[in-house]
């Protein structure tokens, strides 16, 4: 057997010995025995058009774990009669990566060309990328990598530029159900579950083919007096962790869906994406943050509550702690789902942060400068100040603005929730300015 660290190449597919895992005795045997992925390996997809044509462009596979990456592009290589060598980002270094382009180049002067397939390719840095370059140009290789990363985020440009990026689907329910049917013929027997009991078994995959036939080797291998009953499964296997990277893109997809789910005003939604984030092991004062910012952004004056209810969440689970905390964190999602919403702060703060780094020198109207000694009193600062709590309407209508500045428009505050009230007593305001000026 190949060096389990180093590059590994394959001979053309054929069955597997009998003894071998589940998941290796049903790898496909062709690309029409895939399943899930008919969009790419049918007739009409960019696989199906690639192996009819009988060439090959290098390809980036991206998808999440247990769809058929590596089983795709074993099955590409023998489909169009190309050598397959296997090296993983995660084991190879650049010793490995000249040892394989080497024996390609070798290769290739006998007029077989070589499918380079590179699991977890994001995992080489940018420099390691850089050096596949050279070698898909002049065609020593055809590169086929696999990615559970956005490869716009993790491959290099130049890299992309040279590759067709596939995209694989997470296994839907049906695709899962075919697996498992091949699994029992296989077997020779069905699977000891209810029918209750296995729709349970395919979502507890999550959509990983190899996760479920895996699982499913394990039910194969235990006598059960009667089929487990969803309650019975439940405890015998556990549920497939579900693919949460806190630094990578998935988190940043959860996260974008809870905060787009609270601006749109739906609570069920935003509850899901929350609970998605905090079972998954997202650090709550991370979720709480976030919170925060849609009370400001996306709430705003239209429920100042909102904020409240945020921070009051913060001070709750950090007094309680998890689980009983993370209640304080559910109100307060709920609350920023269900508030009316505003951006007009928000768009308030951008133009007026504009004025200021235009305008930012000139100096305010002497009425309201700071007159803490005499020589100021006397040059004027401070001057025909009103002290509007003390006038009779509570305002007195002066003027705050530059003597080089007209006044500004920032804030128009909306007509929804406590904004308003607001936009009345701010309407109120402009009539009132407007008569005192006019005598």
């Not at 489909?79 to 024996?103: C, H, Q, T």
């Not at 309680?320 to 951006?343: D, F, H, R, W």
Request: aromatic fraction near 8%; charged fraction near 25%.
């Amino acid at each position: 057997m190949a060096d389990l660290f180093g590059p590994q190449e394959q001979e053309p597919l054929v069955e597997e010995a009998l003894g071998g895992p589940l998941a290796d005795r049903l790898r496909p045997q062709s690309l029409d025995q895939v399943v899930g992925q008919e969009h790419l390996t049918g007739p009409e997809g960019a696989i199906g058009r690639m192996v009819a044509a009988g060439k090959l462009s290098s390809i980036i596979f991206w998808g999440p774990p247990g769809t058929g990456k590596t089983t795709i592009s074993r099955l590409l290589a023998d489909a169009v009669g190309l050598r397959f060598v296997s090296i993983s980002a995660v084991f190879s270094g650049v010793a490995d990566l000249k040892k394989v382009f080497a024996e390609a180049r070798e290769f290739a002067r006998t007029g077989r060309k070589t499918l380079l397939f590179v699991d977890e390719i994001h995992r080489f840095n940018r420099a390691q990328q850089d050096g596949f370059l050279p070698f898909v140009e002049d065609g020593t290789v055809t590169l086929v990598g696999a990615t559970t990363e956005n490869p716009s985020f993790e491959l290099n440009a130049a890299l992309l530029s040279r590759a067709q990026v596939l995209i694989l689907h997470r296994l839907d329910h049906k695709a899962l159900c075919k697996l498992l049917d091949r699994a029992e013929e296989l077997e020779g027997k069905p699977l000891p579950l209810t029918p209750e009991a296995r729709d349970a078994f395919v979502a507890s995959a999550d959509g990983d083919g190899r996760f479920l036939l895996n699982q499913a080797e394990t039910l194969f291998s235990v006598q059960f007096d009667a089929p487990l009953d969803p309650a019975s499964l439940g405890g015998f296997l556990q549920r497939r962790v579900a693919v949460y990277d806190k630094d990578r893109e998935g988190h940043y997809n959860i996260i974008s869906a809870l905060h787009k789910s609270v601006r749109g005003s739906d609570p069920q939604a935003a509850l899901y994406y929350l609970a998605r984030m905090l079972t998954a092991g997202e650090e709550p004062l991370y979720v709480l943050r976030r919170l925060v910012r849609m009370a400001v952004e996306d709430i705003g004056l239209a429920d100042p509550n909102a904020l409240v209810q945020c921070i009051a969440a913060k001070d709750t689970y950090e007094f309680l702690g998890s689980p009983e905390g993370e209640l304080a964190i559910v109100q307060a999602c709920l609350y920023l789902a269900t508030a009316p919403k505003s951006v007009s702060a928000y768009k308030a703060q951008k133009a007026a942060w504009k004025s200021a780094k235009e305008t930012g020198s000139l100096m305010p109207p002497q009425n309201i400068l700071n007159a803490p000694t005499k020589l100021m009193k006397e040059i004027g600062y401070g001057k025909g100040y009103q002290y509007d709590p003390d006038t009779e309407h509570g305002f007195s209508g002066d003027n705050y603005w530059p003597d080089e500045m007209a006044p500004q428009t920032f804030y128009t505050p909306t007509d929804r929730g406590v904004e308003k009230r607001i936009a009345e007593r701010m309407a109120w305001w402009d009539e009132m300015r407007k008569k005192l000026r006019d005598g």
